[in-house]
C-alpha cells in the first residue's frame, strides 16, 4: 500500500518553497515508483517563472523510463487541464509520461483557469484520488492569491 499521505504532505512541503507569484499557484509534485521509491521532486517557478510543478517533476526524468508505467504522481494542486503560460498541460504531461496514478489534495479553484484535469485523466482510465482533508495546507502555501486565504 502506497504511502499517499506521506507523499502528499512532501508535495505540499515543496510548494511551501515556491517564489510567491499574483498570476500562478504555488504546487509541488512528487513522482513516486511502484517501490516506494521517490523519483523525482518539482515545484512551480523551481527553475522558471513559468513552471508547473509536475512539468518540473517529470523534466527531471527520461521520457522512456520503465518506471513510470507503474508510478504515482503527487501533486499539491490538481493537474492543470489548460494554462497560459506554455502549449501543454500537465494533465498532458502526465498522459503522455503513462502515469497511472495521480494523488492530489486541492481541486484548482477558478482563478486563472476552469481546470478540468481530475476528470480528464479519470477519462482516460488514470487512478483519480483526492485527498481533501490536506487542502487547507495547500490554500495555506496560496495565501497570497486573491480569494485564497
Not at 482510465?125 to 492569491?145: C, I, K, Q, S, T
Request: hydrophobic residues 45%.
Amino acid at each position: 500500500m502506497p504511502d499517499d499521505r506521506g507523499h502528499l504532505l512532501q508535495a505540499i512541503a515543496l510548494a511551501e518553497r515556491c517564489p510567491p507569484s499574483d498570476t500562478a499557484f504555488s504546487v509541488g509534485a512528487v513522482v513516486v515508483g511502484a517501490d516506494g521509491t521517490v523519483l523525482a521532486t518539482g515545484h512551480s517557478r523551481e527553475a522558471d517563472p513559468h513552471d508547473h510543478a509536475e512539468e518540473t517533476a517529470l523534466a527531471k526524468l527520461d521520457p522512456a523510463d520503465p518506471r513510470l508505467a507503474g508510478a504515482t504522481i503527487y501533486s499539491s494542486l490538481e493537474p492543470c487541464s489548460a494554462r497560459t503560460s506554455h502549449p501543454v498541460s500537465c494533465t498532458r504531461l502526465i498522459l503522455g509520461a503513462g502515469i497511472p496514478r495521480v494523488v492530489f489534495a486541492w481541486r484548482e479553484p477558478a482563478l486563472f483557469v476552469d481546470c478540468e484535469g481530475a476528470e480528464l485523466l479519470r477519462a482516460a482510465g488514470r487512478e483519480v484520488v483526492e485527498m481533501a482533508d490536506l487542502a487547507p495546507l495547500v490554500r495555506r502555501a496560496n495565501a497570497h492569491l486573491p480569494g485564497v486565504a
